[in-house]
């Protein structure tokens, strides 16, 4: 059994590149996309961590402007 949703990690720098990537949403896989793809990503070596525990340990965006700012000093 699969879930119904795959959940990309998409760039959003861009109004353009956030229109293209809400269109993902309506992107529906057959059994044998979703098994083809599944497939592939077996054979592929994943970097770095990701658990939330470790996502947990980034903090937030101003924690680690901070902590840059001291490492400046």
Do not use: C, F, W
């Amino acid at each position: 059994m699969h879930s119904a949703h795959v959940v990309p990690i998409p760039g959003m720098r861009t109004d353009a590149r956030i229109l293209e990537n809400l269109g993902a949403a309506e992107v529906m896989l057959t059994d044998a996309e979703y098994a083809a793809m599944n497939e592939a990503l077996a054979h592929i070596t994943i970097h770095g961590n990701r658990t939330d525990e470790d996502i947990a340990k980034l903090g937030t965006i101003e924690g680690n402007q901070q902590k840059v700012a001291k490492a400046e000093r």
